[in-house]
């Protein structure tokens, strides 16, 4: 597996040790580093420093790309994901999540980087450009595109408050996915995808 925008490591811990290869990464010098001291030891995990688009340098392809919360910062969206499709098996996934609709794109995108958000058909459209095979491409988190439009866009938030963030992970999270098994929404503040790389 290849994480993209690894940060500390915090998520790709849950696979160390689980995999006989894992590659982390970011563009980040300071989270470079501190993943160089997280994975110094475990020979089965290669720390790239990365920047998208660009040819990656990579001890082996992968089977599993999971980028969350990246690919919105990046202009060329279809090269980085072409990039990322190069050192996929063919048959492999690439794994995306990034923030939902334009409506909500407001000061906190601004001062984060953000290019873009995007709807399931402007994802859709970068996948494919890319050469890639869409699985699953769907919005997620109904309530939470609500509760950020009312609290950043018309609400004038620069950005989420923190407490009003834990009070919601703890109470609308666990609602929204019962909903969301039930009833697929039909916006979201995150457009999920999985991505198939061709077999040729």
Not at 129 to 140: M, T, Y
């Amino acid at each position: 597996m290849l994480e993209i925008g690894s940060g500390l490591g915090h998520f790709s811990e849950q696979f160390a040790g689980r995999l006989d290869y894992l590659a982390v990464s970011d563009n980040d010098p300071y989270c470079v580093g501190e993943l160089r001291n997280r994975y110094a030891d475990d020979g089965d995990v290669e720390v790239l420093d990365l920047e998208l688009p660009a040819e990656i340098d990579i001890r082996q392809k992968v089977d599993t790309v999971v980028m969350m919360n990246v690919l919105e910062h990046i202009k060329d969206d279809v090269q980085a994901l072409r990039d990322l499709a190069s050192v996929t098996a063919p048959g492999g996934r690439i794994v995306i999540w990034v923030p939902g609709y334009m409506q909500l794109y407001g000061d906190f995108d601004r001062k984060v980087g953000h290019v873009t958000r995007y709807t399931p058909t402007t994802l859709g459209k970068s996948v494919r450009d890319a050469g890639l095979v869409p699985e699953v491409l769907k919005p997620i988190n109904f309530l939470g595109g609500i509760a950020w439009w009312a609290a950043v866009r018309r609400g004038g938030a620069g950005y989420p408050d923190p407490r009003l963030v834990k009070i919601y992970d703890r109470t609308v999270i666990p609602t929204t996915r019962a909903i969301e098994r039930l009833v697929r929404p039909p916006f979201g503040q995150t457009v999920f995808c999985v991505a198939r790389v061709p077999q040729s």
